[in-house]
């Protein structure tokens, strides 16, 4: 069998004998919509109108099955591919799990807060909590292919979490470091790092809500992919259920750059936002966006 597609017949299985025992057990089935409709207006006026925003956030519509077993089975398609985006693949996730214990098949893996390192591959998951530590711990070991991400990746920690992921690959997608490069921009096949440590940690107070995360990127593939450190700090406050507003800041060692962006969230309906905004690089503006945001 070809390198990299291991889980992939273990995935189909597994989701084949999910949908067989949901069947016999008239299971709960649900579709879900995630969409995110994105106008862009970048430097030096370049527009463009699609499917995922300047975040890297992807739209998808997905089907999840649930049975009386408690397992449950996920598939979700992208409805638009981010070019040179790290994957080509059109689902976006597909996988079986015992929610809480582990789950098999492409998923997104375990790393930090998910806003720098956030990128799906097919992985073996599991979920423990160790007592006398009261630490939650996360790890995955994934293969999705030749140039793409190989090795093990994992979290221990709640509201401060400590990742690692060693192995090939990472950060190529264009799902992951987006606070720093557009998503079209991504590594992509074959680039990424061997090594990837991270530290972060979110609080909230009524309102308001805070998140800090670091990152290092060691051991790049290719003399184009340099090691960085990058750091980003986002402070969120929802003065309603109707608004919100958060203001970011991330630094790229590598790039000698700071990054702000400025956003707010209008929410005429619960399921539906509309969420302006502003980047700036270095105090130049970098884009203006706005998003329809519609999650079902």
Same mark, same amino acid.
């Given at each position: 069998? #070809?390198?990299?597609? *291991?889980?992939?017949?273990?995935?189909?299985?597994? /989701?084949?004998?999910?949908?067989?025992? =949901?069947?016999?057990?008239?299971p709960d089935v649900s579709i879900k919509l995630n969409l995110y409709g994105s106008y862009l207006s970048e430097q030096p006026g370049r527009t463009t109108v699609r499917l995922y925003d300047a975040l890297g956030h992807l739209s998808t519509v997905g089907l +999840?099955?649930?049975?009386?077993?408690?397992?449950? =089975?996920?598939?979700?398609?992208?409805?638009?591919? !981010? #070019?040179?985006?790290?994957?080509?693949?059109?689902?976006?996730?597909?996988?079986?799990?015992?929610? &809480?214990? *582990?789950?098999i098949g492409k998923q997104y893996l375990p790393f930090g807060q998910g806003a720098l390192i956030h990128e799906s591959a097919l992985a073996v998951r599991s979920s423990a909590y160790i007592t006398q530590l009261e630490l939650p711990v996360t790890f =995955?070991?994934?293969?999705?292919? #030749?140039? +793409?991400?190989? &090795?093990?990746?994992?979290?221990?920690? $709640?509201?401060?979490?400590?990742?690692?992921?060693? &192995?090939q690959h990472f950060g190529i997608s264009g799902t992951s470091l987006a606070l720093i490069r557009p998503p079209t921009q991504a590594a992509d096949v074959g680039h990424g790092f061997d090594d990837v440590y991270g530290i972060d940690y979110s609080s909230q107070q009524d309102e308001w809500s805070f998140r800090v995360e670091g990152l290092l990127l060691r051991g790049p593939e290719t003399p184009s992919d340099k090691s960085d450190? %990058?750091? $980003?700090?986002? %402070?969120?406050?929802?003065?309603?259920?109707?608004?919100?507003?958060?203001?970011? %800041?991330?630094?790229s060692a590598r790039e000698r750059a700071d990054f702000v962006r400025i956003q707010g969230f209008?929410? #005429?309906?619960?399921? /539906?936002? !509309?969420?302006?905004?502003? +980047?700036?690089?270095?105090a130049q503006l970098l884009d203006v966006s706005v998003v329809l945001h519609v999650k079902l």
């Open positions: 069998m #070809p390198p990299g597609h *291991w889980l992939k017949p273990v995935a189909h299985v597994l /989701l084949l004998y999910s949908a067989s025992t =949901a069947y016999a057990q008239v +999840r099955v649930r049975t009386d077993l408690g397992f449950q =089975a996920f598939v979700a398609q992208k409805l638009q591919l !981010i #070019p040179h985006g790290g994957d080509s693949d059109q689902l976006d996730e597909y996988y079986v799990e015992s929610p &809480g214990n *582990w789950i =995955a070991a994934c293969d999705a292919g #030749p140039g +793409r991400q190989v &090795g093990v990746i994992g979290r221990v920690g $709640d509201h401060f979490g400590v990742s690692g992921a060693f &192995g450190v %990058v750091a $980003d700090l986002a %402070v969120h406050y929802d003065p309603s259920a109707q608004r919100g507003y958060e203001v970011g %800041v991330t630094h209008i929410k #005429p309906y619960t399921k /539906l936002s !509309i969420e302006p905004m502003v +980047r700036f690089r270095n």
